[in-house]
């Protein structure tokens, strides 16, 4: 059962206010960071491969990193829980589970 949302306006100076104003900014700078960490990380990944090749396990090593860096290969094993609901609905229904999860959103126009 979902309940509805709930509306809140605050214009006092409290904690909450202080928090909004800085959400939108540190929001930018943390969508901003993790598109640059992640060109970074795909380029040494890139490099890595390219000067190893076929190797598994690869470890960096420069004086412009606090700590060596390590690419290894490994492998994930997944369930295609899509595939699993349209054809064995019984057992998807049977080992899925439902858990809370809080998550903060821009409310769209």
């Known amino acids: 059962m979902t309940l509805p949302a709930v509306s809140i306006v605050t ?5 909450l206010t202080q928090l ?7 929001h930018a700078a943390k ?3 993790e598109k640059r960490l992640k060109e970074i990380t795909d380029g ?5 491969t390219l000067a190893a090749p076929g190797a598994d396990d690869v ?8 700590k060596p860096l ?3 290969l490994s492998y994930r094993n997944s369930v295609d829980t899509t595939k699993l609901k349209a054809e064995l ?3 998807y ?4 589970k439902s858990s809370p999860v809080w998550t903060l959103t821009t409310v769209k126009s």
């Open 11 to 15: 214009t006092e100076d409290n904690r």
């Open 20 to 26: 909004a104003a800085q959400y939108d900014a540190a």
């Open 31 to 33: 969508t901003a960071a």
């Open 44 to 48: 040494i990944k890139a490099e890595l």
């Open 59 to 66: 470890r960096l090593d420069t004086p412009d990193l606090a």
């Open 70 to 72: 390590r690419l290894s």
């Open 89 to 91: 609905p019984e057992v």
């Open 93 to 96: 229904a049977a080992f899925s």
